[in-house]
């Protein structure tokens, strides 16, 4: 919700409604403009007073650091499951090695039987020796069984160092996966984690965004221009309202609010409906409704110094009575990183004159200017319509009173929902 959009309805509120205005004008009377605006504003601020309430920056910062943190966890998962997925490759240097070993193994194992073999060749040959062989015959035969039992006896093991060797191998790559599976699922569960830790920082620094003050900053100013102290029923006023940003910094979003009042009699009869507001984009001829209470356009960014005017177009029905007028002007603004404000509402009286009566009289300068532009400073209140106000009714100077006085409360402690 706009900051203006709730000042923009206590305006209307006060301005329309009997009850209301009556409420706000007994407790104007009683405690005063600048005692109302302070009240507003502690009333709206208590629930929300917390001195050990984490900053804006705190909370940032909190945020920052749990993206990193589920980033990281991402990192690590990603990694877990990479090298899980690598130890079922075959050119995985662990894999090479116990495919290696397991060559090895069979080699070994073959050469224990080939071993084997020999050895038996070699005591049937021992065996079968004819009763004629000599000594050195039988020496050579028993020396090939000897030899052949060492054979054996170094294949075997050669063959069971070669079996442990394989066994090792394939254990470290099981264990290799064991661990890279233990790891991805702690991983898995440091993500799930990291991402909830994460969608609560989130959430903290929106929420505060969102409820963060908005402030009232009077360097930006909004200002009317070519509307007469005169306006005649059945016409049509074209006026501008320029905006500039004397802050120090870029504005984001900066969107004027304009609103007009009249009441006409002793009675004090609301007449707001015979008036009709439009407002066109830079460069359009394109007109749009302002509704009732809302902004009357939309400029920006607007850099430091930047200034920008916007084209409005205010129509009274021919019907309309004579009456007494004046026109609500101010500003907000929306920035990207949550910080929020606006102006105070700067006043301009006229004249509703009847369709027969005169045409609006043109300013001595050229052109036609309002009476008053008077901006009611931060802490103080304008009590008062216009400093050189014209005959206007108590009603409207009692409306414009409580407007005044909820304008800089308003400001001061009104939240703004964003998106995030």
Same mark, same amino acid.
């Given at each position: ?15 329309? *409604? ?26 709206? &601020? ?8 984490? *900053? #804006? ?47 090895? /193994? ?49 294949? !075997? &093991? ?51 965004? %969102? ?19 005169? #306006? ?17 910094? *870029? ?10 009042? %009249? ?6 009869? #609301? ?11 830079? !460069? ?19 850099? $430091? ?20 007028? #004046?026109?609500?002007? /101010? ?25 027969? !009566? ?5 300013? $001595? ?23 050189? !106000?014209?005959?206007? &009714? ?7 009173? *409580? ?18």
């Amino acid at each position: 919700m706009k900051l203006r959009r709730i000042l923009a309805t206590a305006v209307v509120t006060a301005v329309t *409604t009997p009850a209301v205005l009556f409420a706000a004008g007994t407790a104007l009377a009683e405690t005063g403009p600048g005692d109302l605006r302070t009240t507003v504003r502690e009333s709206a &601020t208590a629930a929300d007073t917390d001195d050990d309430s984490p *900053t #804006i920056d705190k909370l940032r910062k909190a945020a920052e650091e749990a993206q990193k943190a589920y980033d990281a966890a991402l990192a690590r998962k990603s990694a877990a499951a990479a090298l899980l997925d690598a130890l079922s490759e075959d050119d995985h240097p662990l894999v090479v090695a116990a495919a290696t070993a397991r060559t090895e /193994a069979e080699a070994a194992k073959e050469a224990v039987t080939a071993a084997g073999t020999a050895l038996a060749d070699a005591e049937k040959a021992l065996r079968e020796l004819p009763g004629t062989a000599t000594e050195e015959e039988r020496a050579a035969a028993q020396a090939k069984v000897t030899e052949a039992a060492k054979t054996l006896a170094d294949a !075997g &093991t050669a063959s069971n160092t070669a079996q442990e060797k394989a066994k090792a191998a394939s254990k470290a790559v099981d264990d290799a996966r064991v661990a890279a599976s233990t790891e991805l699922h702690l991983a898995t569960v440091a993500v799930k984690d990291a991402r909830e830790a994460k969608e609560a920082a989130d959430e903290a620094l929106a929420d505060a965004l %969102a409820d963060q003050e908005c402030v009232v900053d009077n360097d930006l100013t909004s200002v009317a221009k070519g509307l007469p102290a005169k #306006i005649t029923a059945g016409t049509t006023v074209d006026f501008t309202v320029t905006v500039t940003n004397g802050t120090a910094g *870029t504005l984001d979003d900066v969107n004027p609010f304009v609103f007009f009042h %009249a009441t006409t009699g002793d009675d004090y009869d #609301i007449v707001d409906e015979h008036f009709t507001l439009e407002w066109a984009p830079e !460069g359009s001829t394109e007109w749009e409704d302002v509704t009732e209470g809302t902004y009357a356009g939309s400029v920006g960014p607007l850099k $430091p110094g930047a200034t920008e005017d916007v084209k409005l177009r205010l129509t009274v029905d021919a019907k309309a009575p004579a009456a007494d007028g #004046i026109a609500y002007v /101010a500003a907000d603004y929306d920035n990207e990183d949550g910080s929020c404000g606006g102006n105070d509402m700067t006043e301009y009286d006229f004249d509703l004159l009847a369709a027969a !009566g005169p045409a609006p009289t043109p300013s $001595p300068t050229g052109g036609t200017t309002p009476q008053t532009n008077t901006v009611t400073p931060q802490g103080t209140t304008n009590g008062t319509l216009a400093a050189t !106000g014209s005959s206007a &009714t108590l009603q409207l100077s009692a409306a414009a009173a *409580t407007a005044v006085a909820l304008g800089a409360g308003a400001v001061l402690v009104a939240r703004r929902r964003r998106t995030v």
